[in-house]
């Protein structure tokens, strides 16, 4: 798929026409993305919160979008049932009892998936989306172009040093755009980020054999070497014969003992309960072509081109321009919030991977009101219920700033009120060993976390 609009030239930027006929290969390997904080990437478990953890089966509502909240439980059920990997027929059967939690682009995606369940009943969630994934590709290349074209206008005013290695990300972007083979360096920190969110999906499915199992890869993939010699000398100008020697000498090594490791992670693997997760084949197969500087097919992740261009808005000193150039990148669509760069992104996954996504953003969690990074306490006078999409979304947001963004968290916070209101007064509180002062607590601190030109006054009017 040809995006000219992405080519950058130091003195002309040219538009040009997305060649809408071209579609991905099935064969491509996507490389995972820079190990910048993911969007489900939840963070550390709060403590002291059993009880609120027991409490999310009640159909709670989402403090921030009044959303029901999705029992964990439940989530572990569906992934331990293996029913992603079935028919869509089964998948939407499924799936119907929790579409209320389901978030906007979730929701919509499996309306998607409602039809085509009933033309093609017997088709995989993998099947589905690689047909519907060309058309919503095209769209999302139509969508990403002028926003590239903005920043290849905002890089003229880069000095020559940015501008080079702003050339070099987007020569590297334009391959991965038109589905070209790219070598890519191998980084361990990305290796360990990737694993760990695969171990975030097993921990979901509950199941002790296949949680040991990836535990104890990762203990292995923690032994791989990152920073080297051979890495500051790579980006040396060697002149030196003995230096140039040098420089193949450590490079050799360190791909045989970056090799030794990935074997022993691959027999772990491939001896275990997990020998045919999709997910974790796949990494296998990206890590060892990047070890040995194997060219493949890798698809655009936004994420990382994100991570890579403000590495280079970094170093700039003009830090308006910097600023400017990050904005407009994030204007990207995200899967998160386009139907397009779901599907667009679901084709290189495997079922399971499709329905883990789409309801995985809707669990509960327990979110700190204080986030524990501003010294919030892991207490539960701390502690509201929220979604995984929520809590990640909010970040370590004070509060108040995030309720002057979103004025309608006012009326959900009090929906989610009145529902834990009626779950004391009915006696499910005392049943799970909690009290009326976590009610008390989340209404007298969101009131002093809330902007002061507008408190937060929620109603605990009919609490017995």
């Not at 995006?3 to 491509?28: E, L, R």
């Not at 501008?163 to 191998?186: A, D, G």
């Not at 760990?196 to 199941?207: F, L, P, Q, S, V």
């Not at 009101?369 to 539960?380: A, E, Q, T």
Request: aromatic fraction near 8%; charge should be positive.
């Amino acid at each position: 798929m040809k995006i000219t609009p992405v080519t950058y030239n130091p003195f002309i930027i040219k538009k040009g026409q997305i060649n809408k006929s071209s579609t991905y290969q099935a064969s491509s390997l996507p490389v995972a993305a820079a190990p910048p904080t993911g969007f489900l990437s939840f963070g550390r478990s709060a403590k002291n919160a059993k009880a609120l953890r027991e409490l999310m089966s009640y159909k709670i509502p989402d403090m921030y979008s009044g959303s029901e909240i999705l029992n964990p439980k439940d989530l572990e059920n569906l992934i331990s049932s293996n029913v992603f990997s079935g028919p869509i027929n089964k998948v939407v059967e499924a799936l119907e009892p929790y579409k209320q939690c389901l978030h906007k682009v979730e929701r919509e995606v499996f309306e998607k998936i409602e039809k085509a369940s009933v033309i093609h009943p017997e088709k995989t969630l993998a099947q589905v989306m690689e047909e519907m994934a060309p058309w919503h590709q095209r769209r999302l290349r139509d969508i990403q172009a002028p926003i590239f074209a903005d920043l290849n206008t905002l890089a003229l005013q880069m000095p020559d040093e940015q501008q080079v290695m702003y050339k070099e990300l987007i020569e590297i972007t334009n391959k991965r755009l038109n589905n070209e083979p790219l070598s890519q360096p191998f980084s361990a920190k990305e290796f360990n980020y990737k694993l760990k969110r695969i171990a975030d999906e097993i921990n979901d499915g509950n199941n002790s054999e296949e949680i040991s199992v990836i535990n104890n890869i990762i203990s292995v993939a923690k032994k791989m070497p990152e920073k080297t010699e051979v890495d500051i000398l790579a980006a040396k100008n060697l002149t030196s014969k003995i230096q140039r020697n040098k420089k193949i000498k450590l490079q050799r090594s360190l791909t045989r003992k970056r090799s030794e490791l990935l074997k022993q992670i691959e027999t772990l693997h491939m001896n275990s309960v997990l020998n045919d997760n999709y997910e974790l084949n796949r990494l296998m197969l990206q890590t060892r072509a990047r070890i040995y500087n194997i060219p493949i097919k890798t698809s655009f992740n936004r994420k990382s081109f994100i991570y890579e261009l403000k590495k280079i808005t970094d170093t700039l000193e003009d830090q308006k321009l910097a600023r400017q150039m990050v904005n407009t990148a994030t204007k990207l669509p995200t899967s998160h919030y386009d139907v397009s760069a779901f599907i667009a992104k679901s084709a290189d996954y495997s079922s399971s991977k499709i329905g883990y996504n789409l309801i995985a953003p809707s669990e509960g969690s327990i979110e700190h009101l204080i986030p524990y990074i501003k010294r919030g306490k892991d207490l539960i006078s701390n502690y509201g219920l929220t979604t995984k999409f929520y809590n990640s979304e909010r970040g370590d947001k004070p509060m108040a700033q995030y309720l002057r963004l979103h004025p309608e968290v006012y009326a959900n916070c009090q929906k989610q009120v009145d529902r834990l209101i009626e779950l004391y007064n009915d006696g499910t509180f005392g049943k799970i060993g909690l009290s009326k002062w976590f009610i008390i607590n989340f209404v007298q601190k969101m009131y002093k976390l809330s902007p002061p030109e507008k408190r937060m006054v929620l109603d605990i009017g009919k609490l017995m």
